[in-house]
């Protein structure tokens, strides 16, 4: 990691662009979402981090603390942090991007002393953390619903236990609650309940439904 007194300003440059433009790239992701810390808040957290590191190790000499300086930059990247979190009522918004900037302030740390393979394996991982996983997190906790509807079958096209063979194929179990006839017994009449429907595809449900061999309408009830 060489001796911080005989750093030149090429490297030295070169360490702060680099750590301003990992924070930048972690920071682009949060402001694409509209997060109270953005692009610029990220790449200066990453960049004073990776300066302060600088500094403290140069000024110290060989006898510095790297424990000390840690500590005393993820103590004020906390309190930065801190100020993105925000409660509404029952719920708090805000601790992604707090977590975001404290460790982007690693991630500088780290370009600091010049252990670029941290620096970069850091960035990539949180990159994919924020943008790759949030779409396996909705669908974790994608909010769902439970469907009744009433389902009208030409009798003579198809009977109650074809439908439910049909409910069945495309991944529905439905629960019967009653079923009645009109018009002399040529439609049947069937309530069904689908459980656990996500509440977006929920107009899909009712379409593939109403697709169906024999079904002659669909409503939601």
Request: charged share 20%; glycine share 12%.
């Amino acid at each position: 990691m060489g001796d911080f007194h005989l750093m030149t300003a090429d490297l030295l440059i070169a360490r702060l662009s680099l750590a301003a433009a990992l924070g930048a790239l972690v920071g682009l992701e949060r402001e694409r979402h509209e997060r109270p810390a953005g692009l610029r808040t990220h790449l200066l957290v990453s960049m004073g981090s990776c300066l302060f590191t600088v500094i403290s190790v140069a000024v110290a000499g060989t006898a510095y603390d790297p424990g000390r300086v840690a500590a005393g930059i993820i103590t004020g990247i906390g309190f930065l942090g801190a100020g993105t979190i925000i409660r509404h009522g029952g719920s708090v918004t805000g601790l992604t991007t707090a977590a975001s900037i404290w460790s982007v302030a690693a991630v500088g740390m780290a370009t600091g002393i010049g252990w670029w393979e941290a620096a970069l394996a850091g960035t990539f991982l949180m990159y994919v953390s924020l943008a790759g996983l949030k779409a396996i997190e909705g669908r974790l906790h994608a909010e769902t619903e439970t469907l009744l509807l009433q389902v009208e079958i030409r009798r003579a096209e198809r009977s109650l236990a074809q439908l439910h063979a049909d409910l069945r194929a495309l991944g529905y179990g439905p629960v019967e609650r009653r079923f009645s006839v009109r018009d002399s017994g040529a439609i049947g009449i069937v309530a069904v309940e689908l459980p656990e429907v996500p509440r977006e595809r929920a107009a899909e449900a009712i379409d593939r439904i109403a697709q169906l061999p024999g079904v002659a309408a669909v409503t939601s009830v």
